[in-house]
């Protein structure tokens, strides 16, 4: 799973059932401690395993419903029971009985709304297979488990407008697996250590189009208005990776090899469903080489969703995307943003699909590798500094939270929910990194792929794979995984350098905070005549640890980590001078400049020769650190835009990358200087995020513009919050409830806005009492969604945030409550009942 990322955030930064012979459970496993991360969370216990799933469904659009069929075959794991318990939450039961041939015995049941207690008809023997069918309702919104900052629900079946009320969003059915909520729409054993074949037939208005795992064998119509689809999987994987999805979709048709590899987009998009997901096939090509192990499914199938609960998720050859994956060329031309989250999804495959997790304790053997996928395509595709620029972000979240107290294989924690973080997959991903780093490429991915052979269609924890490299390697790995995966937190670095002349030597000091040791590998650069000689070191488990090396003079600069791989804070106060040496030596190293850069930006206002720096890195070759320097400048200081007004200008018309272009424009329009040839020439680029940016600084400059470009598209429009803050008087003061969707989540954050820019909070203030106070479908949706999605994660980092959150969702609620007194409809009253479920989840 993707989750999507909150970077809101870093501005406002502000009893268990157990029915065999033997169901003795470790003495720690506590359900009832007053502290739920002091228990241990233990694996599964397997009393009976899955061996077949068959699937009948029929969906009941206004009820919000699905009556299902479900034959699942079984069989003792190890120990004969005559017992057998079921995940079923929040289900009508109608029938529950035995299989035989074409006859069905009737067994006693009990169930509690979460699960289905069974006796069977006898005791069954060790791989004594049997057949249970029941019959159910399946009731997603009566389910009583809660989603989290990660997975923001957990009905496991999702009704999206079933009744098509409202405007310009399609109808849609998807599920959501993951952690434990398919469990929700059919009777299984609902736990990453079952594994299972299956068959589902699907039900469902002619219309429409459906996507499951595994091959669609037959689709016929019914002759009353409805059609039945068939899709069988023969391969075995978890329950969680079962998917259905049914809507409006165009189907664009792709291939790898023999393997069909279709891309279901909204209508709208299907023009474009090949620039945002047409590298799927080289992915699949790229992982399989690097792996040596085939893409290992039937197909690979991609859809998109509304109202998704999360960013995307790796159902088994069905993989489902949160709906801003879709992009428009204006959009694409800047950056595909899908293309990480489309790698991560597919990576997942080998690593979470083919092997998963044994249980959520491990869940790092999915997420780190499904992360670290991202680096490994970027690097493949647009080369390492692309791939380092997007591990540092990668960093920079994990390090933004509170997550240095949490170890990446976690046996105690208080919601499985709670394993969905930056530990699980930015920390994850580093470690994986420097794992590749220490033990080099080649016995690092020859160890990949026997972890793979080795645990193939199985389940797996970090110690399988510690072996795995191990065994290739023919390294000890114990002290890797201890302090990395079985600890927590990273190094905390403080360097001192001195050089004597009379020995000409220069002598390196690596302190360590005493709070946590580590050792590891490491890097210094020691640079003489802009020319730099690498000295790799052993840094032991100690409070210092100090290396001496040659030096003919004083270096101009010692670079510490220097390949930029361990995961550290690393203090080692540099002068500006320093900083200057080690930005010309960091030729190809993303992160050397990038740390240089950020020194410039900091001393900008009382350095000259910082300034220098700072306005030279505009011109470096990576776009990356383009727009870093461009975004560091300090676009309130006239001395510092006199200077770097007039290469400004020239990026903003003339960069080969539209993205660093919207950098300078952005920047520009925030020291309030707009050239009217350059903007003008800027407001008819292909990208819609310079078209707006450009256009936001005419109308500045010139409010009277606004009517020269009151015609553009609603995509210019949204690409910069700048442009929706100059429109929004006019479309309240003419009531223009149709672009009320355009600012519905910055609105959501207006109390949050104004901590950072008083009259741009005013402003989405105005636009939320605006919208709240109108019949204004869409944009409530989005607000609700917004609410319910970044209350969980605010609640966590930053409760102060999460009230206010929690205050505005009331007031919006007021709000559309006295609109609906003034003009009473269907419309309004379902916004206001979508406002008080987001209410409900943020208590």
């Not at 169901?23 to 009832?32: A, D, H, Q, V």
């Not at 090509?285 to 197909?299: C, M």
């Not at 399988?464 to 670095?493: I, T």
């Amino acid at each position: 799973m993707k989750k999507t990322l909150f970077y809101i955030a870093t501005a406002f930064a502000l009893s268990v059932t157990i029915n065999a012979q033997v169901t003795t459970l470790p003495p720690s496993y506590n359900e009832n401690q007053s502290d739920p991360t002091k228990i241990y969370r233990a694996e599964a216990e397997r009393i009976n395993n899955l061996v077949h799933t068959k699937l009948d469904l029929k969906f009941d659009y206004a009820k919000q419903q699905a009556n299902g069929e479900a034959w699942l075959t079984l069989k003792p794991h190890f120990y004969t029971t005559q017992k057998l318990t079921l995940d079923a939450k929040a289900m009508l039961i109608h029938e529950v009985a035995l299989v035989n041939g074409a006859n069905k015995q009737k067994l006693n049941y009990t169930y509690n709304d979460e699960q289905i207690f069974i006796d069977l008809d006898k005791a069954y023997k060790k791989d004594q297979e049997y057949t249970i069918y029941i019959k159910y309702t399946a009731r997603p919104n009566e389910v009583k488990q809660k989603g989290s900052s990660a997975i923001s629900d957990a009905k496991g079946l999702y009704f999206i407008n079933p009744d098509g009320t409202e405007p310009n969003k399609p109808t849609q059915i998807w599920t959501q697996g993951e952690t434990e909520s398919s469990s929700c729409w059919f009777p299984t054993i609902d736990k990453t250590n079952q594994k299972t074949s299956q068959e589902i037939y699907l039900t469902y208005p002619e219309k429409y189009v459906s996507l499951s795992n595994g091959l669609l064998k037959s689709s016929k119509k019914n002759g009353n208005g409805t059609k039945t689809d068939y899709w069988k999987f023969d391969y075995k994987h978890a329950p969680y990776l079962f998917f259905v999805g049914i809507g409006d979709y165009a189907i664009i048709k792709d291939k790898w090899k023999n393997i069909d590899v279709d891309y279901y987009v909204e209508p709208e998009y299907k023009d474009y469903a090949k620039e945002i997901f047409g590298a799927t096939p080289d992915m699949i090509t790229f992982f399989s080489n690097i792996l040596d192990y085939q893409f290992p499914w039937d197909k690979y199938h991609q859809m998109t969703a509304r109202d998704y609960v999360s960013g995307a998720m790796e159902n088994t050859g069905a993989v489902l995307f949160y709906e801003a994956v879709q992009q428009k060329p204006g959009e694409l031309i800047d950056e595909n943003t899908a293309e990480p989250i489309i790698a991560h999804e597919l990576f997942h495959h080998w690593f979470g699909d083919l092997v998963t997790a044994e249980s959520w304790t491990n869940l790092t053997v999915n997420e780190s590798f499904a992360n670290y996928s991202e680096y490994l395509w970027f690097e493949h595709r647009y080369g390492k500094e692309k791939a380092d620029e997007h591990r540092t972000t990668d960093i920079q979240g994990y390090k933004m939270g509170d997550n240095f107290t949490k170890s990446l294989v976690r046996p105690h924690y208080n919601s499985r929910e709670d394993m969905f973080d930056a530990v699980s997959y930015n920390k994850g991903g580093a470690i994986l990194h420097m794992l590749r780093n220490y033990l080099g490429d080649e016995a690092f991915f020859k160890g990949l792929n026997y972890y793979l052979k080795t645990n193939e269609f199985k389940k797996a924890e970090a110690v399988q794979l510690r072996l795995a490299l191990e065994e290739v390697s023919g390294r000890d790995l114990n002290w890797f995984f201890d302090q990395w995966y079985n600890g927590s937190g990273h190094p905390k670095l403080n360097i001192v350098y001195e050089y004597n002349p009379s020995t000409k030597k220069v002598k390196v000091s690596v302190k360590q905070d005493t709070k946590g040791l580590f050792e590891f590998p490491f890097a210094i650069d020691v640079v003489e005549n802009g020319k730099a000689t690498r000295h790799n070191v052993w840094v032991g488990k100690q409070v210092e640890n100090s290396f001496e090396f040659d030096a003919s003079q004083k270096p101009e600069v010692v670079i510490p980590n220097a390949d930029q791989v361990l995961l550290a804070d690393i203090t080692d106060n540099k002068s500006i001078e320093e900083f200057i040496a080690q930005y010309k030596v960091g030729k190809g190293t993303y992160d050397t400049r990038r740390l240089a850069v950020e020194a410039f930006t900091n001393a900008q206002a009382t350095n000259p020769k910082a300034l220098e720096a700072l306005i030279n890195a505009l011109n470096d070759p990576y776009e990356g650190i383009r727009s870093i320097a461009i975004k560091g400048l300090d676009t309130k200081s006239p001395k510092v835009m006199e200077k770097a007004k007039a290469k400004l200008l020239e990026i903003a018309a003339k960069d080969p990358k539209t993205k660093v272009q919207g950098d300078a424009l952005n920047s520009l329009n925030e020291a309030k200087i707009v050239d009217q040839a350059i903007f003008t020439q800027a407001a008819q680029s292909k990208s819609f995020r310079v078209q707006s940016l450009a256009i936001a600084g005419l109308v500045k400059n010139n409010p009277s513009a606004i009517e020269q470009y009151k015609n553009i598209s609603d995509d210019v429009i949204k690409s910069s919050d700048d442009l929706v803050a100059q429109f929004l008087p006019t479309w309240i003061k003419n009531n223009q409830v149709d672009k009320a969707k355009l600012v519905g989540e910055n609105a959501a954050f207006y109390e949050l806005i104004k901590f950072q820019d008083p009259s741009a909070g005013k402003t989405f203030e105005d636009a939320f009492i605006w919208m709240m106070s109108n019949d204004t479908p869409e944009a409530t949706t989005q607000i609700a969604n917004t609410f319910a999605r970044y209350f969980g994660y605010f609640k966590e980092q930053n409760p102060m945030v999460a009230n206010l959150l929690r205050q505005t969702a009331n007031k919006g609620l007021n709000l559309k409550t006295e609109a609906y007194k003034k003009q009473s409809s269907a419309s309004l009253q379902k916004q206001i009942d979508e406002l008080k479920k987001a209410i409900e989840k943020m208590k």
